[in-house]
């Protein structure tokens, strides 16, 4: 089982600057991927950013150019650093790893991140 947490949310105004991080129980190292997804209310979750390899690297078309997915082994983090906010990137931002033979999925408890026009 793989347990993720969740930190760095909170407010701040249009155009400001947020990092999220996320620590995991394990090795992310030996995780097929790590991604952070999103959920506004009344809306879908959807993933934001996706890193599965210094190769495979996905972004959504809203945060690209905006947002970076990075991570620390060592450190068993994951983190997203978040530019330019804009209110619509207002949600709940979940971290998400995939680990095992079969990309079994595991969640954080989720990090509110409201952005104020």
């Known amino acids: 089982q793989v347990r993720l947490v969740e930190s760095g949310g909170g407010w701040v105004q249009a155009g400001g600057s947020l990092r999220l991080s996320c620590t995991a129980s394990?090795?992310?190292?030996?995780?097929?991927?790590m991604a952070w997804y999103r959920q506004a209310p009344g809306k879908q979750r959807e993933l934001v950013a996706r890193f599965r390899s210094v190769r495979s690297t996905i972004y959504a078309d809203s945060v690209k150019g905006r947002f970076i997915i990075s991570r620390d082994n060592a450190k068993k983090k994951v983190y997203l650093e978040m530019n330019s906010l804009k209110p619509e990137d207002t949600a709940v931002y979940y971290c998400n790893a995939q680990w095992g033979p079969w990309d079994y999925d595991s969640w954080g408890q989720g990090t509110q991140v409201t952005v104020s026009s």
């Open positions: 394990g090795s992310i190292a030996n995780y097929n991927a």
